[in-house]
């Protein structure tokens, strides 16, 4: 009930009372806009979509049709490099695909019988005047062999008291009955398929081989430290370009000295190196503080792509790196807005405002996309010419905007991480080997992301080293074209033998032809 003796009779006592409420309502409000707001993108986390395509006819909703004359939709998907889609691009045919000619073919010939090769009118004999040919695609599971190394025993025969062996060949790990292909196998199902090590176990039992799980863990160790000496090489050819994009994902690791099993480690990833011979490295850390992009970028100079996380400023600042920021994770954010804002704003400013953000920055894509074949010094020139207009308009609609917008809504959040990330966003229109986006780093995160599905930790910190090693060998062969069963089986092969810098060097994935691991 309300109190009538505390109601002020002074006109301006009642005056600044009236003015104060409409204060705490107008809070109140704009309380139950970000709450609704919240509710609304969670549910679209939940039950959405998850692509991030903007299709003309919303954009044309929100911003008239003389807005959207003439665009094209724009798929905002991350699992693409590039959001745009190419011009003029047609529908694959349908039909059944051609089976890949590299693949060897074993021929069944198919006749008639006797009888059936007679004519049905005159019985006289058929003669072949052509062929049919059907081919199917037939595949053998894996085959299970074990190979005898029969090493001979001399001795003198004059003597008779020396004795010589033939020397078993180097292996990946002495002493071990795991030959190359059985440790290859196990790296590709782990690494690249994201199989857990207890699946293995049942998998290599049901073809009569019982491999505890922690020999098959020991085994993952002690190739992720054989191929320690290619890492190395890789990292100091990373390091030597000027051109790094990092990213980092969560890793639990059980058995972390100092923390208990329920704390989160970090996987860090790099991506970097001459655009002909990319390099993609993983590396643990228990940290997610400044300090590890200190100890990974030791001695680099250049520029260093990431996402607004702040841990990336220390080494930016120690090593006067440029930083680039990522154009997809302001877009996201806009495009988040877009999707929230659809329940707590009736006259649509909001999200016309959001779809206006989108708008520009999938003009930036477009672009982008048509230029992304050129050379580097024709690729600025037209940022120069084409991107830098559209940012200064840009920039001039969000100074323009912000100070309208509440900052702890969907769209505020999205503004202020624009205008506060302004310079970072803009910087790869100063040289064109720069990306306008970090997504190229954010794809090689995703096969760790998969398989922590699937093994959701790792036992130690030797394992958790190990898989950081042995993903960076997978993940970099992929990327300079190799089939990463052949290039893995050649390097398990050879590395063991290797005695010399040039023989290591000769195995780095940039330095081998995908036929050479094939030959091998």
């Known amino acids: 009930m309300t109190n009538h003796d505390s109601i002020p009779t002074n006109v301006n006592d009642l005056t600044a009372l009236v003015i104060t409420q409409r204060e705490q309502l107008s809070h109140q409000s704009l309380f139950i806009d970000q709450l609704l707001e919240q509710i609304k993108l969670a ?3 939940r039950f959405g979509v998850k692509s991030e395509h903007i299709s003309p006819d919303q954009l044309r909703l929100l911003l008239g049709d003389e807005q959207t004359a003439n665009t094209d939709p724009v798929d905002f998907d991350d699992e693409v490099t590039d959001p745009t889609p ?4 047609k529908r694959a045919k349908r039909g059944r695909r051609l089976l890949p000619d590299h693949l060897p073919r074993v021929e069944i010939e198919h006749t008639l019988s006797d009888e059936a090769c007679r004519c049905q009118h005159c019985r006289s004999t058929l003669v072949p005047i052509s062929q049919k040919i059907t081919e199917q695609l037939d595949i053998i599971p894996a085959q299970v062999r074990v190979i005898r190394h029969m090493r001979q025993t001399y001795q003198c025969a004059a003597c008779e008291d020396a004795l010589t062996t033939t020397p078993l060949p180097p292996q990946p790990i002495p002493k071990s009955n795991a030959a190359p292909g059985t440790l290859t196998y196990l790296i590709i199902a782990k690494y690249l398929e994201g199989m857990p090590l207890y699946r293995l176990e049942r998998q290599l039992a049901r073809y009569g081989m ?8 020991s085994w993952m160790i002690q190739c992720g430290q054989l191929v320690q000496p290619l890492i190395n090489l890789m990292r100091d050819r990373l390091l030597s370009y000027d051109i790094i994009a990092m990213d980092e994902s969560r890793y639990q ?8 099993a329920q704390s989160q480690s970090y996987i860090w990833v790099q991506r970097g190196g001459p655009p002909d011979s990319p390099i993609i490295l993983y590396d643990y850390d228990p940290s997610r503080s400044q300090s590890v992009p200190l100890r990974l970028l030791d001695g680099f100079e250049g520029y260093l792509q990431s996402d607004a996380y702040e841990g990336y400023g220390a080494v930016c600042r120690e090593n006067e790196l440029i930083s680039v920021g990522c154009m997809a994770h302001a877009r996201r954010k806009f495009d988040e807005a877009l999707k929230a ?15 206006q953000a989108l708008k520009q920055i999938q003009a930036l894509y477009r ?29 001039i609609w969000l100074d323009t905007n912000i100070i309208v917008v509440p900052p702890r809504s969907t769209l505020g959040k999205a503004m202020n991480y624009l205008r506060k990330q302004w310079d970072k966003l803009t910087v790869y229109t100063t040289d064109g080997r720069l990306r306008i986006d970090n997504n190229l780093c954010e794809n090689a995160v995703r096969p760790f992301v998969m398989g922590r599905k699937s093994w959701l930790f790792a036992n130690s910190v030797a394992g958790a080293n190990a898989s950081a090693n042995l993903y960076s060998l997978v993940e970099t062969a992929k990327a300079n074209g190799h089939e990463p069963y052949a290039y893995i089986k050649h390097v398990l092969t050879h590395l063991p033998a290797a005695t010399t810098l040039e ?6 994935p940039f330095n081998l032809q995908p036929a050479q691991c094939k030959a091998a």
Do not use: C, W, Y
């Open 341 to 355: 804002q659809s329940a707590v704003d009736p006259d649509k400013r909001k999200s016309t405002l959001a779809a």
């Open 210 to 217: 019982l491999v505890p799980r922690a020999t098959l863990a």
């Open 43 to 45: 549910k679209h986390h």
């Open 503 to 508: 023989d290591v060097e000769a195995l780095l």
């Open 367 to 395: 672009i982008e996309r048509e230029i992304k074949d050129l050379p580097a010094e024709e690729k600025r020139a037209i940022r120069e010419k084409s991107s830098v207009p559209i940012l200064d308009e840009f920039k």
């Open 86 to 89: 190419a011009p003029g691009n």
């Open 253 to 260: 690791v059980l058995k972390e000295p100092g923390k208990t």
